[in-house]
């Protein structure tokens, strides 16, 4: 769940599809002065510098942070203990995506270390003015099964959340779902949305 002035959302998902999720709601307005130096790196704030001058419409500085909170509430069901900002380097991707390297071994699931995870974010209008959306969504194991993980140990393309459905998503999720059909499942098994 996140909340900020003007815009609220919420994610859900199966149990037995996702070992865990995060979604974060931002303000697409320049985060405080002195946030930045506190929760980037260097090569984080080299990045934000690039695609600022690229492309002013979106809060970069801010985006990052948001990636970030959406990795941290992701983190912490299945690690149980608190992941420093140094401990998270987001990388900006192509097309409203981003990854997340982790430091210390990465996130365990079912004892599997992940040591990036891939994530979706988004421009959407809320009551007062934009918002940036961020969403981060680990499997379950048995979806993992299901998934080649490269080299890094992260998840590949189709592991990740993404803003309505698709046909691949609905089918990678699936993979867990008991033999009988479950009638009361009506759209995907997570989606992000107002």
């Given at each position: 769940?996140?909340?900020?002035?003007?815009?609220?959302?919420?994610?859900?998902?199966?149990?037995?599809?996702?070992?865990?999720?995060?979604?974060?709601?931002?303000?697409?307005?320049?985060?405080?002065?002195?946030?930045?130096?506190?929760?980037?790196?260097?090569?984080?704030?080299?990045?934000?510098?690039?695609?600022?001058?690229?492309?002013?419409?979106?809060?970069?500085?801010?985006?990052?942070?948001?990636?970030?909170?959406?990795?941290?509430?992701?983190?912490?069901?299945?690690?149980?203990?608190?992941?420093?900002?140094?401990?998270?380097?987001?990388?900006?991707?192509?097309?409203?995506?981003?990854?997340?390297?982790?430091?210390?071994?990465?996130?365990?699931?079912?004892?599997?270390?992940?040591?990036?995870?891939?994530?979706?974010?988004?421009?959407?209008?809320?009551?007062?003015?934009?918002?940036?959306?961020?969403?981060?969504?680990?499997?379950?194991?048995?979806?993992?099964?299901?998934?080649?993980?490269?080299?890094?140990?992260?998840?590949?393309?189709?592991?990740?959340?993404?803003?309505?459905?698709?046909?691949?998503?609905?089918?990678?999720?699936?993979?867990?779902?008991?033999?009988?059909?479950?009638?009361?499942?009506?759209?995907p098994s997570a989606e992000v949305g107002s």
């Amino acid at each position: 769940m996140t909340h900020t002035a003007g815009y609220a959302a919420a994610v859900v998902a199966l149990d037995r599809d996702v070992a865990s999720l995060g979604i974060d709601a931002e303000a697409n307005a320049p985060l405080p002065e002195g946030i930045l130096e506190y929760t980037t790196g260097e090569e984080e704030r080299s990045a934000i510098e690039r695609l600022s001058r690229q492309d002013g419409t979106v809060a970069w500085d801010r985006l990052v942070f948001s990636m970030k909170e959406s990795v941290f509430k992701t983190w912490y069901p299945l690690m149980g203990t608190w992941l420093g900002f140094e401990q998270c380097v987001v990388t900006v991707g192509p097309e409203g995506t981003f990854s997340a390297a982790l430091a210390d071994g990465g996130l365990l699931v079912d004892q599997q270390p992940l040591r990036r995870l891939t994530g979706v974010w988004e421009l959407v209008p809320g009551q007062d003015s934009e918002m940036l959306v961020t969403a981060v969504v680990v499997p379950q194991p048995c979806v993992l099964d299901d998934r080649r993980l490269d080299d890094d140990g992260a998840v590949g393309r189709s592991g990740r959340l993404v803003t309505g459905t698709t046909d691949d998503a609905q089918t990678s999720l699936s993979t867990c779902a008991p033999e009988t059909p479950d009638t009361t499942r009506t759209g995907p098994s997570a989606e992000v949305g107002s």
